[in-house]
């Protein structure tokens, strides 16, 4: 491909990337419809305000709004740290729920790419690597405990009758009224991670207090868990515990 036809194809971008932003002022401020999309396929907005400096670029908190909707909060270190991660490797300031850049005239499509940016790597973060995303839902769970002043040990490891060494996220201590409780967060409750617990807990309960009990946090935020799961669970003498339903286990897990 010759120079003058990369010339073209940069300027090609650049005539459609100016065909399809749509432009709309309401009350003195610009409201920018770009052609991105999120992950609902929706159209990636921008508003710009005259400042005394020159103008501020925001999205009026749409993108954390949106993720908060949908369940997932900034309410821990390790999710503040990615956001913060992000913004600064993109230059964006985090003001309440609103992502802002401060702009002038010479470099206002500089800062509304990187606001762009920004915001599509801010809305990915809902969609993020499997291993991430589990990790995200141990610490809900770790939050939820602590909440509660749940006494509880992390990231315990047992070895089973076979010699295999299993891990469980969290054992609660036993009582004067309840016996140990072992718990591990799944995630995404497939057939393959729950025979996993399954088996993990089959051959570690041989090793453990005969009524130690076994409970599968069953992450059901984004879809229903299948009733084939919790049946499978069941005859294995493991206790389903929904996240949609945690509030219910509150006292059993405190006890």
């Not at 009350?27 to 609902?40: I, K, N, S």
């Not at 270190?77 to 010479?106: M, Q, T, Y």
């Not at 969609?127 to 939050?143: G, Q, T």
């Amino acid at each position: 491909m010759s120079v003058l036809d990369c010339y073209q194809l940069v300027d090609q971008y650049a005539s459609w990337l100016k065909e399809k932003v749509k432009l709309k002022t309401v009350d003195g401020v610009c409201e920018l419809t770009t052609p991105f999309v999120d992950r609902h396929n929706d159209y990636l907005q921008i508003y710009v305000k005259a400042i005394q400096s020159g103008m501020l670029l925001t999205d009026d908190g749409y993108t954390i709004r949106d993720l908060e909707m949908s369940g997932f909060e900034f309410n821990t270190e390790r999710r503040k740290n990615e956001l913060k991660i992000i913004l600064n490797g993109f230059g964006i300031n985090h003001r309440g729920d609103s992502l802002e850049v401060e702009a002038r005239p010479d470099n206002f499509s500089q800062k509304k790419h990187n606001l762009l940016q920004a915001m599509l790597a801010i809305n990915d973060l809902f969609v993020l690597a499997p291993p991430r995303v589990a990790s995200f839902f141990r610490e809900d769970v770790e939050s939820f405990l602590s909440l509660h002043d749940i006494r509880f040990t992390k990231d315990i490891n047992f070895i089973g009758k076979s010699g295999f060494n299993h891990h469980f996220d969290f054992v609660i201590p036993p009582s004067k009224n309840e016996p140990e409780r072992v718990l591990r967060t799944i995630n995404n409750p497939s057939k393959n991670n729950v025979s996993a617990m399954i088996f993990s807990w089959d051959d570690a309960r041989k090793v453990r207090s005969e009524n130690s009990i076994a409970i599968a946090v069953l992450n059901d935020q984004d879809k229903e868990i299948a009733p084939d799961t919790i049946h499978a669970l069941k005859a294995y003498e493991i206790e389903a515990m929904t996240w949609s339903k945690r509030d219910k286990y509150t006292d059993k897990l405190a006890a």
